[in-house]
């Protein structure tokens, strides 16, 4: 059998352990290497590329979030191993907060109380998904030095580009929505304000995040790191008080025919595949990985794409162990109790009767925290995705304050008005809107995504193996058929799976 070649598993887009440590790349074009300098950004040409990127048009000398890029400084060659890991931990976390938003929650407490912990094997299989697509993304930001929205103006015309950006940020809003709406519920439920006063508090996100980000991007990063963590503790928590049967909950990762044959079982298992993978994420991870200032080198890149899979891996991983304790806390407060409760779907609901069904209020207000630290969380991610997606598409440059409050304010607006006029009932149904745009936006992102990836054309010599691009366009196929079900039987039932 002939042996590997070092190049063999970046091309295929494999991210495993032993493929990480044998990724050797050679770069494919003339490139162009961002350095700081007395405060200011400028670009050096890099060593040429042996093949030609030849689909991209010349992007000139903008780079991806031009205040950060190559910001954060990078050990020498001959560092240890532990320091350049060290330098690269962070970005995961800005990446897995978009798996663990409040439109998730909602799925996942649908999920738990209605089927017990038998779907805990489709937020598996949502959760190996993300992961395989965060990395396609991060491939493409470190082999081309362009973000997806980037990518994607160098290569589509002028009229495509258009209609994507439109989506893209139609994708961005929505989900910012989700998060303003999250954290005035957890407002709401923790302090007693009013849903259309915590909707106008979240206003202060924007001035948290104007606030770390002149600090330095770390402290951005290690900001949603420590919220991150808290989420975590909240629900270990949760799950300790809970006291699941963990030979039921280990049963739940094995796939169940009735998943398939039951159409309700079906109909949350599409909502949770659905929302698991956000627009806004696969423009983001795309272009934050280059932050860091590795060596815009072949060596250089090779050890951006492993530590950058590295560290996303491990994030999505804590985000897969959040989603699972959502689920498995409301299989066991809920779906398990005496009697059970099989129709909690609702975030306030299953607040006011966590402390009934576990015995403690601190159980229900640790949920209301871990609810307010999540929609934190994503609120800093929606933004720097807005800003992403409209320099990569449009060349627009707005000061990022000012492209902060115009994404928060086009959020806050109809929040503010549906929350003073119909109250909780209609700031859930926000909630709900939020995810069926999502849905529906999902597949303009994942398409040039998987495009660029699998085509020599865009990726040179990197471009996924024939067998890895069957994977990324079948999983294309699954998630955009997945949403637009979920959306036409939403439509003809006149909800959104109940959730």
């Known amino acids: 059998m002939a042996e590997r070649g070092e190049d063999d598993d970046l091309r295929a887009g494999s991210f495993g352990p032993e493929a990480i440590s044998r990724f050797s790349m050679a770069l494919d074009h003339s490139t162009i290497n961002p350095v700081h300098t007395g405060g200011e950004l400028r670009r050096e040409p890099t060593e040429a590329l042996a093949e030609p990127l030849l689909g991209f048009k010349n992007r000139g000398l903008d780079p991806s979030l031009p205040e950060s890029n190559s910001s954060l400084a990078f050990p020498s060659a001959d560092s240890p191993w532990y320091k350049k890991m060290f330098a690269f931990a962070g970005l995961g976390f800005l990446v897995s907060v978009g ?12 999920a738990g109380s209605a089927f017990g912990y038998t779907l805990l094997f489709v937020v598996l299989v949502s959760s190996g998904i993300a992961m395989f697509l965060q990395f396609l993304s991060l491939k493409l930001g470190v082999i081309t030095d362009r973000d997806l929205a980037q990518a994607c103006r160098d290569a589509y015309p002028k009229s495509v580009n258009r209609c994507l950006w439109v989506v893209a940020e139609l994708a961005i809003a929505a989900t910012d929505l989700a998060e303003v709406v999250g954290c005035a519920i957890a407002f709401n439920l923790l302090f007693g304000i009013p849903l259309w006063a915590g909707v106008l508090i979240t206003f202060a996100d924007v001035l948290v995040v104007m606030f770390f980000e002149a600090k330095s991007f770390r402290a951005l990063e290690i900001l949603v790191a ?13 799950l300790a008080k809970s006291k699941p049967n963990m030979a039921k909950v280990m049963r739940g990762y094995v796939p ?56 996303s891996t491990l994030s999505l991983i804590v985000a897969f162990f959040i989603n699972s304790s959502i689920l498995v806390l409301a299989g066991a407060a809920f779906h398990y109790a005496d009697p059970p409760r099989e129709d909690v779907a609702d975030i306030g609901d299953a607040y006011a009767l966590l402390a009934t069904s576990l015995g403690a209020k601190a159980a229900s207000i640790l949920f209301g925290v871990a609810l307010l630290a999540a929609g934190q969380n994503s609120t800093i991610t929606g933004t720097l995705s807005g800003q992403i997606v409209m320099e990569g ?68 010599a990197y471009a996924n193996k024939v067998w890895v691009s069957c994977i990324a366009w079948f999983l294309f196929l699954l998630i955009s058929g997945l949403n637009i079900n979920l959306v036409v039987q939403s439509a003809i039932a006149g909800t959104f799976g109940n959730l």
């Open 99 to 110: 798996y663990m938003d409040p439109g998730n929650w909602a799925t996942d407490l649908a």
């Open 393 to 460: 598409f449009l060349s627009i440059r707005l000061r990022p304050w000012l492209r902060r409050l115009v994404t928060r304010g086009t959020a806050i607006i109809p929040a503010a008005v549906v929350a003073a006029v119909m109250g909780r009932e209609g700031v859930a149904n926000l909630l709900v809107m939020s995810q069926v745009i999502l849905s529906l936006t999902l597949p303009f992102a994942v398409f040039p995504l998987v495009h660029f990836t699998s085509s020599r054309r865009y990726l040179g």
């Open 256 to 311: 169940s025919l009735e998943i398939i044959t039951n159409q309700d079982m079906l109909y949350i298992a599409t909502g949770i595949l659905g929302a698991t993978v956000m627009p806004h994420n696969l423009y983001l991870h795309s272009s934050v990985v280059q932050t860091r200032a590795y060596p815009r080198t072949a060596p250089g890149r090779r050890m951006a794409v492993k530590l950058g899979a590295f560290d």
């Open 226 to 238: 420590v919220l991150t963590v808290l989420i975590s503790v909240c629900f270990i928590y949760e």
